[in-house]
């Protein structure tokens, strides 16, 4: 489950139009705020989204900026990650032979910075022992 609405990322993004695969980047940009946050604890609600008001408006925001940016890549499926070089005249495309340190970001840079300045990266695991 996405944690915004595409009403709430239009919103976000207004006055600029919103994507019409919104609701797809939506579920995509919140798969890859559960990825990063994997070892955070916090409360849940039966639908497993947060309960603090002010987690569950740091989720919608991380989000819409994230939906955002996969949006104005183009790249839903990060197949373009690893092209160092394009040349739209007879199509030339040059990958990298790796992502690492190379290529385009999979997570936007803001909403890094979103998340360490609400002091949810880095994430440490809680461990039983």
Request: hydrophobic share 40%; with cysteine; charged share 25%.
């Amino acid at each position: 489950m996405a944690y915004a609405t595409v009403e709430e990322f239009t919103d976000y993004l207004d006055p600029d139009p919103v994507p019409p695969n919104a609701a797809r980047l939506l579920a995509k940009a919140s798969r890859r705020l559960d990825r990063l946050l994997i070892g955070a604890v916090y409360e849940t609600d039966d639908n497993d989204l947060p309960t603090d008001p002010e987690l569950i408006e740091v989720f919608r925001e991380a989000v819409c900026i994230q939906a955002q940016y996969i949006a104005d890549l183009g790249d839903e499926t990060g197949a373009m990650a690893n092209v160092s070089q394009m040349e739209l005249g007879n199509q030339k495309i040059v990958r990298a032979i790796s992502v690492v340190g190379s290529g385009t970001p999979r997570v936007a840079p803001d909403l890094l910075d979103l998340l360490q300045a609400k002091g949810l990266l880095p994430v440490y695991p809680r461990t039983w022992g």
